[in-house]
C-alpha cells in the first residue's frame, strides 16, 4: 500500500479502524445483491456505487482486490424476515411468467445499470440457485446443535451462538434487529434456514431436504457463497443500511455455527446509508420508486446519478431530488467541458507524485470521504499554474478511483435526448449552425428566432461560453 494509510468504519465495532487485510497485497470483498424479482432502484443502486468507490479505492492504493456480489434469485421475503411470500414466486404470479425468466430479465437489467454507472463488475456473479446442494449441505451441519424444526421449516435458534444481533446493536438499541413472529418459534429473533412448501402448495422453485421440499431461507445463501468463494474470515462485507439489522446478524450467527468459533465471517462490516426522499427512504414496496431508466427519460445522464453519489459521504443519508440532481448533472457538465479543452491542449503526463495527488490520497483514505476528494479534483481540474499535461495526469489518476470517465467523456455524451424532446441532436446541431450563420451576417432577428424555437423545444444555448457556443438540453 501506499500513501496515507486506510481508515474504515467497521459497523461491527461501530468504530473507525486502520484497515489492515488478512493477506499482505490482497482484499476479498464479499457484497450482499440484488434480489432480482424487480428493476434495481436508485436507492439499490447507491449501495454498488459504493462498493465500486471501495473497490476503485483499494485498487488505488496498490491492492489486488477479489470482489464477489451475488444474485438472488430466491428465498428472499417480501417482509425481509419469515413472514410474507417469497419475492420471486410473487412477481412471477403477477406477470404470468416463469421465474426462471423473471430472475434472467432482472438481471440483465441490474447488469446494464452496472454497466451504465461505470461500476466494474465483479469477479464473479453468485446465483444463489446455483448453490442449493452446498446451502443443504451447510444446513445439516449446523443442524443438530443450532436449529430446530417447526411444520413450516428448519430454524436457527439464535441463543445457541454468544452475543447474537452485536452488528445491529439489537440489545441496546430499542426496536432494531426484530423479526416477524412464527407461531411455534423459541425466539422471536429465530430465524429460517429452510422453509417447507406449504401442503398443496404449486411453488416453482423447490427442491428435496432432509426437512422436506421447500426453499433456503434467504440468510443461508451469502453465508454459503461467501465462505465458498473467499474463506471462512475474508476482509470486508458490505451492503446497506437495511441489512445491518437482521440479514446480517443472521449471517453471522450462521458463520459462527459453522466454525465453532466467535468468527463473524468478515474482519470489515461497511454500511451504506440510506437514499432518502422527503417522505422517508426510498423502497420498492412504497411504490412509485424511481429507476435509473427514468432518470435516463429526462435527458440526465447515469453518470450524473455517479457524481451525487459520490458528493455526499456513504455513511450519510442522501436526499433524492430533481434539483440534486440537476445540480449534479450542471457539476458533472462544467468537469467534462473543462476536461475536453484541456486534452485539445496537451496529452496526459504520467503522475506518481504531487501534493494534489497526496491530499486526494488522504481524503480517500479517511473512510471513503468523496466530497473532499471530489474538491481535490475540481481543484486539479481549475488550477492553471499547473501545465496541461500534468493536470490531465492528475486527472486521470483521480477518475481512475471516482470513476467518473472524465479522460473520455465528452459534451456530446452528456446530451441524452430525453424520451418526448422532440428534436434530436443532428437537427439542434443544424439549427445552431444557422443561427451561428445569421449572426455572422449580423441578422439578429433570425438568429434570436431560432434561440426562441430552440428554447421551446427544451434546448438551452451557451452563447457566452469562452470554449466556443455550446448547447445543452434543459432539465426542468
Same mark, same amino acid.
Given at each position: 500500500?501506499?500513501? +496515507?494509510?486506510?481508515?474504515?468504519?467497521?459497523?461491527?465495532?461501530?468504530?473507525?479502524?486502520?484497515?489492515?487485510?488478512?493477506?499482505?497485497?490482497?482484499?476479498?470483498?464479499?457484497?450482499?445483491?440484488?434480489?432480482?424479482?424487480?428493476?434495481?432502484?436508485?436507492?439499490?443502486?447507491?449501495?454498488?456505487?459504493?462498493?465500486?468507490?471501495?473497490?476503485?479505492?483499494?485498487?488505488?492504493?496498490?491492492?489486488?482486490?477479489?470482489?464477489?456480489?451475488?444474485?438472488?434469485?430466491?428465498?428472499?421475503?417480501?417482509?425481509?424476515?419469515?413472514?410474507?411470500?417469497?419475492?420471486?414466486?410473487? +412477481?412471477?404470479?403477477?406477470?404470468?411468467?416463469?421465474?426462471?425468466?423473471?430472475?434472467?430479465?432482472?438481471?440483465?437489467?441490474?447488469?446494464?445499470?452496472?454497466?451504465?454507472?461505470?461500476?466494474?463488475?465483479? =469477479?464473479? $456473479?453468485?446465483?444463489?440457485?446455483?448453490?442449493?446442494?452446498?446451502?443443504?449441505?451447510?444446513?445439516?451441519?449446523? +443442524?443438530?446443535?443450532?436449529?430446530?424444526?417447526?411444520?413450516?421449516?428448519?430454524?436457527?435458534?439464535?441463543?445457541?451462538?454468544?452475543?447474537?444481533?452485536?452488528?445491529?446493536?439489537?440489545?441496546?438499541?430499542?426496536?432494531?434487529?426484530?423479526?416477524?413472529?412464527?407461531?411455534?418459534?423459541?425466539?422471536?429473533?429465530?430465524?429460517?434456514?429452510?422453509?417447507?412448501?406449504?401442503?398443496?402448495?404449486?411453488?416453482?422453485?423447490? $427442491?428435496?431436504?432432509?426437512?422436506?421440499?421447500?426453499?433456503? %431461507?434467504?440468510?443461508?445463501?451469502?453465508?454459503?457463497?461467501?465462505?465458498?468463494?473467499?474463506?471462512?474470515?475474508?476482509?470486508?462485507?458490505?451492503?446497506?443500511?437495511?441489512?445491518?439489522?437482521?440479514?446480517?446478524?443472521?449471517?453471522?450467527?450462521?458463520?459462527? +455455527?459453522?466454525?465453532?468459533?466467535?468468527?463473524?465471517?468478515?474482519?470489515?462490516?461497511?454500511?451504506?446509508?440510506?437514499?432518502?426522499?422527503?417522505?422517508?427512504?426510498?423502497?420498492?414496496?412504497?411504490? %412509485?420508486?424511481?429507476?435509473?431508466?427514468?432518470?435516463?427519460?429526462?435527458?440526465?445522464?447515469?453518470?450524473?446519478?455517479?457524481?451525487?453519489?459520490?458528493?455526499?459521504?456513504? =455513511?450519510?443519508?442522501?436526499?433524492?431530488?430533481?434539483?440534486?440532481?440537476?445540480?449534479?448533472?450542471?457539476?458533472?457538465?462544467?468537469?467534462?467541458?473543462?476536461?475536453?479543452?484541456?486534452?485539445?491542449?496537451?496529452?496526459?503526463?504520467?503522475?506518481?507524485?504531487?501534493?494534489?495527488?497526496?491530499?486526494?490520497?488522504?481524503?480517500?483514505?479517511?473512510?471513503?470521504?468523496?466530497?473532499?476528494?471530489?474538491?481535490?479534483?475540481?481543484?486539479?481540474?481549475?488550477?492553471?499554474?499547473?501545465?496541461?499535461?500534468?493536470?490531465?495526469?492528475?486527472?486521470?489518476?483521480?477518475?481512475?478511483?471516482?470513476?467518473?470517465?472524465?479522460?473520455?467523456?465528452?459534451?456530446?455524451?452528456?446530451?441524452?435526448?430525453?424520451?418526448?424532446?422532440?428534436?434530436?441532436?443532428?437537427?439542434?446541431?443544424?439549427?445552431?449552425?444557422?443561427?451561428?450563420?445569421?449572426?455572422?451576417?449580423?441578422?439578429?432577428?433570425?438568429?434570436?428566432?431560432?434561440?426562441?424555437?430552440?428554447?421551446?423545444? %427544451?434546448?438551452?444555448?451557451?452563447?457566452?461560453?469562452?470554449?466556443? $457556443?455550446? $448547447?445543452?438540453?434543459?432539465?426542468?
Amino acid at each position: 500500500m501506499t500513501g +496515507a494509510p486506510l481508515t474504515f468504519y467497521d459497523s461491527y465495532t461501530r468504530e473507525l479502524r486502520p484497515f489492515v487485510p488478512i493477506e499482505p497485497g490482497k482484499v476479498r470483498i464479499y457484497s450482499c445483491g440484488p434480489t432480482v424479482y424487480n428493476y434495481a432502484h436508485l436507492g439499490n443502486l447507491r449501495a454498488y456505487v459504493f462498493t465500486d468507490t471501495l473497490s476503485r479505492t483499494l485498487a488505488f492504493k496498490g491492492f489486488a482486490v477479489d470482489h464477489i456480489i451475488n444474485i438472488t434469485d430466491v428465498g428472499h421475503l417480501t417482509s425481509d424476515a419469515d413472514a410474507g411470500d417469497d419475492k420471486m414466486e410473487a +412477481a412471477a404470479r403477477a406477470q404470468a411468467k416463469s421465474i426462471w425468466d423473471i430472475a434472467a430479465h432482472y438481471t440483465e437489467a441490474f447488469k446494464a445499470n452496472i454497466r451504465d454507472l461505470n461500476i466494474r463488475e465483479p =469477479r464473479l $456473479w453468485s446465483v444463489a440457485t446455483d448453490h442449493i446442494v452446498e446451502m443443504i449441505d451447510f444446513a445439516k451441519t449446523i +443442524a443438530p446443535g443450532h436449529c430446530y424444526e417447526l411444520d413450516s421449516g428448519l430454524y436457527f435458534d439464535v441463543e445457541t451462538v454468544p452475543d447474537y444481533g452485536r452488528l445491529a446493536r439489537s440489545v441496546d438499541d430499542e426496536g432494531e434487529g426484530r423479526i416477524d413472529a412464527v407461531a411455534g418459534k423459541r425466539h422471536a429473533q429465530d430465524f429460517a434456514i429452510w422453509r417447507k412448501s406449504t401442503p398443496g402448495e404449486q411453488r416453482q422453485m423447490e $427442491w428435496d431436504s432432509p426437512w422436506g421440499p421447500g426453499a433456503p %431461507g434467504w440468510h443461508l445463501e451469502c453465508s454459503v457463497m461467501s465462505r465458498k468463494y473467499l474463506g471462512d474470515q475474508f476482509d470486508i462485507h458490505t451492503g446497506g443500511i437495511d441489512h445491518r439489522e437482521i440479514h446480517h446478524p443472521n449471517e453471522i450467527a450462521q458463520n459462527q +455455527a459453522h466454525s465453532g468459533t466467535p468468527c463473524t465471517g468478515a474482519n470489515w462490516w461497511m454500511h451504506n446509508n440510506f437514499l432518502v426522499v422527503r417522505n422517508g427512504k426510498m423502497s420498492k414496496s412504497q411504490g %412509485g420508486f424511481t429507476i435509473l431508466a427514468s432518470i435516463v427519460d429526462r435527458g440526465i445522464h447515469p453518470l450524473a446519478y455517479r457524481l451525487m453519489c459520490l458528493s455526499a459521504h456513504y =455513511r450519510s443519508e442522501l436526499e433524492f431530488s430533481g434539483e440534486n440532481l440537476v445540480a449534479a448533472l450542471t457539476r458533472l457538465r462544467r468537469m467534462v467541458i473543462a476536461v475536453s479543452q484541456l486534452r485539445d491542449r496537451a496529452e496526459p503526463e504520467a503522475v506518481d507524485a504531487h501534493p494534489l495527488l497526496d491530499a486526494f490520497d488522504a481524503a480517500l483514505a479517511d473512510d471513503l470521504n468523496t466530497p473532499k476528494a471530489l474538491t481535490v479534483l475540481d481543484q486539479a481540474i481549475a488550477d492553471k499554474k499547473l501545465a496541461p499535461g500534468l493536470r490531465l495526469g492528475l486527472i486521470a489518476r483521480m477518475d481512475a478511483a471516482l470513476g467518473l470517465n472524465l479522460p473520455t467523456l465528452t459534451r456530446a455524451d452528456l446530451r441524452l435526448r430525453p424520451a418526448d424532446a422532440l428534436l434530436d441532436a443532428a437537427a439542434v446541431e443544424a439549427r445552431m449552425a444557422e443561427r451561428k450563420a445569421a449572426r455572422a451576417a449580423k441578422d439578429f432577428a433570425t438568429s434570436d428566432a431560432i434561440r426562441d424555437e430552440l428554447s421551446a423545444q %427544451g434546448i438551452e444555448i451557451m452563447d457566452g461560453d469562452p470554449l466556443g $457556443w455550446d $448547447w445543452a438540453i434543459r432539465i426542468d
